[in-house]
């Protein structure tokens, strides 16, 4: 890497005072609007943050990575959180956590806004498509993105094997006899089988269309009934549609969620509408967070390797700080089906 950018470059690209980039640095002071606007886009051009990692390796301490996830409303964050922070340790970092919203909209500003606070490069999960191909990616310094959309090629990306885990996953429901499966999760304009099959980036999409495949592999059709949306992927959402799905159908033999909260929810539901789990329904999530061991029954779910995820998340962000300037990397972690008992598969 080059030489760090100083609070003085700023100042002299900027032409203002050091004490004027201080000022903006800590939101203090008064200053013309513009002004503030001038600095804070020399602070971009330029690559600055603060200099607390820095500081911290002349002192013997530890460096610093960033983090910049959608909320914490979901129990998958705390869980790949947790992950993230146990391997950059293992690394000698320390981590710099910060949310974006759970609409996914605020990513670009928190993005511009990050070099305020220290982090030698960031992890971006990514919850939404990307404008202009990435460009949000194009920074002065190193970014590995996370998640389920594309990544253009402009930074590491780690993903999932959605489309892979969920066909295998429902067609071995399908071929031990279950007559109804439903996909429990789904956004609602996805709920249409010819916009789900032009869709090439997204959660939601892609283990979608893994439940076609699976239908598809055996010569069957699906029952797009059971394919259930939601507006958002939470425990709440997960009891709200699983209630709306039995006013409106029989239950099925089989639901499969987009997510381990989703499931939750649904079991939950499901249990105080008087069914049983597993003997009326079977449930299955995906995430294989912490939660889904201690629910009652214990819940079934395709575990992506969550701990693989973060630590090649770690480990390329790291390559790229500490020098690394090759060409993009992609990485698609395994998966495994951990058989709970929210489900009865033969063995």
């Known amino acids: 890497m080059g030489n760090r950018v100083t609070i003085k470059d700023v100042a002299r ?16 002071g008064s200053m013309r609007p513009d002004t503030r606007r001038r600095v804070e886009e020399v602070m971009r051009k330029l690559g600055y943050t603060v200099n607390i990692s820095a500081r911290a390796m002349q002192s013997g301490g530890t460096k610093l990575i960033g983090l ?16 993230v922070i146990e391997y950059a340790k293992e690394r ?16 670009v500003a928190s993005v511009d806004e990050s070099y305020r606070l220290g982090a030698e490069g960031w992890i971006l999960f990514v919850m939404s498509p990307l404008a202009d191909e990435g460009a949000v990616l194009e920074q002065p310094y190193p970014i590995v ?3 389920d959309h594309l990544a253009y090629g402009k930074s590491d990306w780690i993903t999932m ?10 067609g071995r429901f399908l071929d031990e006899g279950a007559q ?29 269309q893994g439940y076609v495949k699976a239908f598809e592999e055996r010569g069957l059709s699906v029952n797009w009934r059971y394919v259930i949306p939601a507006e958002s992927m939470n425990q709440r959402e997960g009891m709200r549609v699983t209630k709306a799905m039995l006013d409106k159908l029989p239950c099925p033999d089989v639901v499969v969620c987009l997510n381990d909260a989703i499931a939750l929810g649904a079991i939950h539901e499901l249990q105080r509408c008087g069914l049983h789990v597993p003997d009326d329904v079977q449930v299955v999530g995906f995430d294989n967070v912490p939660e889904a061991e201690y629910s009652v029954p214990a819940l079934t779910t395709i575990d992506p390797h969550i701990d693989d995820y ?10 790229r700080i500490e020098g690394y300037s090759g060409p993009a990397r992609t990485y698609t972690t395994d998966f495994t089906l951990v058989e709970r008992a929210s489900t009865r598969l033969a063995h």
């Open 13 to 28: 690209e900027a032409n203002v005072s050091i004490k004027t980039v201080s000022n903006v640095l800590n939101d203090t």
């Open 68 to 83: 910049n996830i959608f909320d914490f409303s979901q129990p998958f964050v705390p869980f790949f959180t947790d992950k």
């Open 92 to 107: 000698h970092y320390g981590v710099v956590i910060n949310t974006y919203g759970s609409d996914g909209e605020g990513l």
């Open 145 to 147: 993105t996370t998640g």
């Open 161 to 170: 094997p959605n489309i892979e885990s969920i066909s295998t996953v429902v």
């Open 180 to 208: 109804t499966v439903a996909l429990m999760g789904v956004l609602p304009e996805l709920v249409d089988e010819a916009v789900l099959r032009r869709q090439t980036e997204g959660t939601q999409a892609l283990r979608a």
């Open 310 to 319: 973060a630590k090649h998340a770690v480990d390329m962000l790291i390559d």
